[in-house]
């Protein structure tokens, strides 16, 4: 099994509700959420849980873990704050807290997923354009890859996209 | 065939008194040879005539797919060597668990159908039954070794411990190889072919090295070898042979099919094969992107690819652009192939000799060509910078599919 985030490009209006709940469920001075405007559309990022993630690679420390169901955790009493995993995402999901001087990254809300309730981000969304879906392999659940999305060959991302449909122009007369 | 005859059959079937069992009573029902084989025609049990001579191996001669004339569920055909013509029907429908066969058929097949019916109903009641025992060791299993890829367990000794239920000396160092099918289409047919090729690996891996751990994940086998750390290092060789062989042996039982393999680095300590597992598909995925099929790519011989994978695909075009556009453009208006040129010299290592021979250009005419390179890129083809530059330019192009 495998948790991920889907984003409906078609309905993010860009409001950054996800930002702001993610900065409150937290308690931190900066989201791990982050909404990017491209051409047409927001990109709505975190951590994109990956199958291979580069951040588990790297880091000296065996501060992160990969759960059953697909969610990387890090573990905060392990990191030195070396930035290894800051440089190495492709997706610039790990970010650096200068307060604590360790390494913060997005666990999909874990306590709250352990207890059946969607992360802050999702439950914020007034459009609802950003869910949690679970992966099975086997469904096509959405495009993988969007423009404005860093390259997702290597590190294959979970986060599952509705791509931006056309738009059609009513003139007002 | 009467009805006693198949309340035998069911009657073997649900006392699980195993699959030569149900050869031997279709052998006795048939008057012929029976043959139970699983998916990749490997043969579980069978039911031979004393006074047959056959030698059979450990699989039944026969090509995958098969050449044969389909009589409703059932399949008409000869082995390979020797030519034995054969009445067969598969177990199973969805999931399939294997063939039965019937040889040494005449032209009377038909009055064979029922007892081969009934024979494999039988049969898979027996398989469904030791698959789903398989299949719960094989669920547990991958969940304690993705416990280890995923550095879910605290520290070494939970590992070692864990690891002693299961039979399993994890204090010893493991090297670790990941595999995955070449070819990524016809997701139905690709199930099928990935469950024999798993079979397959099992059954071979089991007698190659039977102190190697197999698991698998999504789609990718994962095989934890334990070597011995020697003064020079990890002996490689050991690891190359053997995914050579098993290479071999998925090519010829599976049609042709090919696998790919990414290696990790060697860590000692069993707690960090974590790190050992992402660096191999990192290997593979290389491997992948350079559209490499049937290659062994080892984490640490991946040279300057490893500092190149990463890098954005605009990075990479604007790289390929600078070094090689000026070739490619001249290649574009004059219709010459000079790019692929400078490509077989630089994988011929400079050896212009050997270059021109995989051309089939004479020796002059590469020169010719390697001084026009030169010419519309203005460098020198002999310092090792120019070299190292286009061999990366040339990867890079290969990366970005062109």
């Known amino acids: ?173 | 065939m009467d009805q006693q005859k198949w309340c035998q059959f069911m009657e073997i079937a649900a006392e699980g008194r195993g699959l030569t069992q149900v050869a031997r009573l279709l052998g006795e029902v048939s008057g012929l040879p029976a043959v139970v084989c699983d998916l990749t025609l490997r043969l579980l049990a069978f039911q031979l005539p004393a006074e047959s001579n056959y030698n059979f191996g450990d699989y039944l001669p026969l090509d995958l797919p098969f050449q044969a004339e389909r009589q409703g569920e059932f399949y008409l055909g000869e082995l390979k060597e020797p030519a034995i013509p054969y009445f067969m029907v598969p177990i199973g429908r969805e999931p399939r668990y294997g063939y039965l066969f019937l040889l040494e058929i005449g032209a009377d097949w038909q009055v064979y159908q029922e007892p081969l019916r009934a024979a494999a109903l039988a049969a898979m009641v027996e398989m469904s039954r030791s698959r789903m025992a398989q299949e719960t060791e094989r669920h547990y299993r991958n969940e304690f070794i993705q416990d280890i890829l995923y550095n879910n367990l605290p520290n070494r000794d939970a590992v070692v411990n864990r690891g002693r239920l299961w039979g399993w000396d994890l204090t010893r160092p493991h090297l670790l190889v990941v595999m995955e099918l070449d070819g990524r289409n016809n997701q139905g047919c690709r199930k099928t072919v990935w469950e024999q090729w798993h079979q397959l690996l099992r059954f071979h891996l089991g007698r190659q090295a039977p102190e190697a751990i197999l698991a698998d994940r999504s789609d990718q086998l994962i095989i934890l070898i334990p070597l011995r750390l020697t003064e020079t290092g990890i002996n490689k060789s050991i690891i190359i042979n053997l995914v050579k062989s098993l290479q071999k042996i998925t090519t010829s039982h599976l049609a042709g099919t090919t696998f790919s393999a990414g290696v990790g680095r060697f860590y000692e300590n069993v707690a960090d094969l974590y790190r050992a597992y992402q660096e191999a598909k990192v290997a593979l995925e290389v491997s992948r992107l350079l559209r490499r099929r049937a290659a062994l790519t080892f984490f640490d011989e991946l040279g300057v690819l490893r500092l190149i994978f990463n890098q954005g695909e605009q990075e990479l075009e604007d790289y390929y652009e600078e070094t090689l556009g000026p070739v490619v453009k001249y290649d574009t208006e004059h219709n010459t192939n000079l790019v692929e040129t400078l490509a077989v010299f630089l994988f011929a290592s400079g050896d212009h000799n050997r270059a021109a021979e995989n051309m089939f250009i004479h020796v002059n005419t590469l020169r010719y060509r390697l001084k026009k390179i030169e010419e519309i890129l203005s460098q020198d083809l002999r310092q090792l910078e120019v070299l190292v530059n286009l061999y990366t330019a040339l990867q890079v192009k290969v990366m970005l599919g062109r």
């Open chain 1, 1 to 173: 099994m495998q948790l991920g985030f889907f984003l409906d490009l078609n309905r993010c209006t860009g409001c950054r509700a996800c930002e702001a709940a993610c900065r409150n469920w937290k308690g931190m001075g900066f989201s791990l959420r982050q909404v990017y405007p491209e051409t047409g559309y927001y990109l709505s990022l975190a951590c994109n849980h990956c199958e291979n993630p580069e951040c588990f690679r790297v880091c000296p420390e065996r501060t992160y873990n990969k759960r059953r169901d697909g969610i990387i955790l890090h573990n905060s009493g392990r990191c030195t704050g070396c930035n290894r995993c800051v440089r190495a995402c492709p997706f610039a999901a790990p970010r650096y807290n200068p307060a604590t001087g360790k390494v913060e990254k997005c666990d999909l809300c874990v306590e709250r997923i352990d207890n059946g309730v969607v992360p802050a981000c999702v439950e914020a969304c007034p459009v609802k354009a950003l869910q949690v879906l679970e992966l099975d392999g086997k469904k096509d659940l959405g495009a993988k890859w969007v423009a404005g999305l860093a390259n997702i060959h290597l590190t294959r991302p979970t986060i599952r996209f509705k791509p931006p449909a056309a738009r059609e122009r009513h003139l007002l007369l």
